[in-house]
């Protein structure tokens, strides 16, 4: 029903652009992959998928890499826990995304989908599930990732307005089987939870968060470019469950209970405010900082109702996704021993 066509991807060597990339060439398309000299190519190795070098910073290499491309799918975003340089969220979430509008713009594309996250409509009222349509609660930022993500959507908006062929997603916290990086933490926190690693439920676990299975949040991405309406904004993502229940599947899954630790609010925010210090004074990576153990500490309970109806979108429940990166885990771990 979809002719096989070129597509410009960024962010392809992350976990969700490695397994959109791969799902694309899947369908029958090319895809030009942007690739840095640092990026970590594993899992993009197909005649159909091109890696082309280039750097969403540098708007001639973007044009470059989007040659003869219908369809632009734009990943690619600082998404990390902390940068010495706070300006680096704004500088690639924010100016990053407008060079790859702008090389789309001179390169005649007619379609770009937009990875922007769910925390950009804020944290949800304890007991109400947002939407797209829900007006943020708080006019606060939890984290400088949140804000230059809030901002960049702002402007995406504006630029389909403008007439750009921007249609925008909004993941929520995703998991699944893929690479191991920051981008999944969510799975590494189910392999640490399941080897006794780090068993912590912070603020007793009740804290609702939105959790996403990488296949599915693929599968959106490519109804948004196929039916997706200009201008609009999607949130793709899964069942709405507590911590507490989140691992609680993951106990029914392994088949055993795993020790849990109560770690209270404040003791997090300390422990964040401590990993902060470090990583100012001496430029350790903080495994967390306060800004996220707030955002931890709040719901973010959403509903994808208007992706199923608009798009078509289907949601795997959590109890089966957990299921299966548990059963994928278990084989990494029996490949790394082999």
Known sequence: MHHPTTVFVTGATGFIGTRLVNALVQKGHTVHALTRASSNREGLTHERIILVPGDIMDVESLRRAMHGCTQVYHLAAYAKNWSKDPANFFRQNVDGMVNVFEAAKSEGIQRIVFTSTIVVFGPTPPGIVGDETMPRITQRYFTEYEESKTVAEQKALEYAQKGYPIVIVNPTRVYGPGKLTEGNSVSLMIDMYDRGKVPILLNKGINVGNYVLVDDLVNGHLLAMAKGKIGER??????????????????????????????????AMLYGRLERLKAKTLGLYPQITPGWVETFLHDWAYSCKKAETQLGYIVTPLRE???????????????VHA
């Open 321 to 335: 996704g957990i299921k299966r990166t548990y059963d994928w885990l278990l084989e990494q771990r029996k490949n």
């Open 234 to 267: 999607y949130i793709l993502g899964g069942e709405n469950a507590s911590l507490k229940e989140f691992f609680q599947y993951v106990n029914e899954t392994s088949g055993r209970k795993h020790i849990q630790f109560n770690l209270p609010p404040s003791v």
